[in-house]
């Protein structure tokens, strides 16, 4: 599934029209860790709590010309909205932002736990988890493997249902696209 590019100038207007950005107001910022510093740039971490508890995180890479706030790691930007994911109205995701851990719920499309490694998927804009199964033997398993989980661990993923899985909050996970929020 290729990626799909977004219109930065759409989303930040939704984000604030339609989306939590037009409620929600900065309560406290916090670094994460000291800066650091990659063969693209280096780059800030920050906590961001907002009034009403909710907490965010902003990324700010810098190069030559500055330093710029990553807008979809901020929003934790969805390639499609979770509401239309959740009711089968969009069967595929390139670009998701959620935090995994490993579960142990094998059912219905996904009975075989030789086959499929379950995990338990959320994320800020989920009020219920789902739960996402990937091939043990695809490539998707094989970057899964480079971070064993400890906890729940940030990922931007691409995903799809299977006939009706979504029904069951059930969705195969085709792609992992990075560690993190921040897409390289």
Same mark, same amino acid.
């Given at each position: 599934?290729?990626?799909?590019?977004?219109?930065?100038?759409?989303?930040?207007?939704?984000?604030? /029209?339609? +989306?939590?950005? +037009?409620? $929600?107001?900065?309560?406290? *910022?916090?670094?994460?860790?000291?800066?650091?510093?990659?063969? %693209?740039?280096?780059?800030?971490?920050?906590? @961001?709590? *907002?009034? &009403?508890?909710?907490?965010?995180?902003? !990324? %700010?890479?810098?190069? $030559?010309?500055? +330093?710029?706030?990553?807008?979809?790691?901020?929003?934790?930007?969805? =390639?499609?909205?979770?509401?239309?994911?959740?009711?089968?109205? @969009?069967?595929?995701?390139?670009? *998701? /932002? %959620? !935090?995994? $851990?490993?579960?142990?719920?094998?059912?219905?499309?996904?009975?075989?736990?030789?086959?499929?490694?379950?995990?338990?998927?959320?994320?800020?804009?989920?009020?219920?988890?789902?739960?996402? !199964?990937?091939?043990?033997?695809?490539?998707? *398993?094989?970057?899964?493997?480079?971070?064993?989980?400890?906890?729940?661990?940030?990922?931007?993923?691409?995903?799809? &249902?299977?006939?009706? =899985? !979504?029904? /069951?909050?059930?969705?195969?996970?085709?792609?992992?696209?990075?560690? +993190?929020?921040?897409?390289?």
């Amino acid at each position: 599934m290729k990626r799909k590019s977004i219109n930065l100038s759409d989303t930040l207007k939704r984000f604030y /029209r339609d +989306g939590p950005g +037009g409620s $929600e107001k900065m309560g406290s *910022m916090k670094k994460v860790s000291e800066s650091v510093i990659t063969q %693209v740039g280096a780059l800030q971490r920050f906590s @961001v709590t *907002m009034s &009403n508890g909710t907490k965010r995180l902003l !990324y %700010v890479p810098f190069d $030559e010309s500055g +330093g710029r706030v990553d807008f979809k790691c901020y929003t934790a930007y969805c =390639s499609e909205p979770w509401d239309k994911l959740l009711d089968g109205t @969009v069967v595929q995701t390139a670009e *998701m /932002r %959620v !935090y995994l $851990e490993l579960s142990d719920y094998y059912n219905y499309e996904f009975p075989d736990q030789d086959q499929w490694q379950c995990l338990l998927a959320t994320a800020p804009e989920l009020v219920d988890p789902i739960y996402l !199964y990937v091939r043990r033997d695809s490539p998707a *398993m094989k970057e899964l493997e480079k971070c064993p989980f400890t906890e729940p661990t940030r990922y931007t993923i691409a995903m799809e &249902n299977q006939g009706k =899985s !979504y029904k /069951r909050r059930q969705w195969q996970l085709t792609r992992v696209i990075c560690n +993190g929020w921040l897409v390289p």
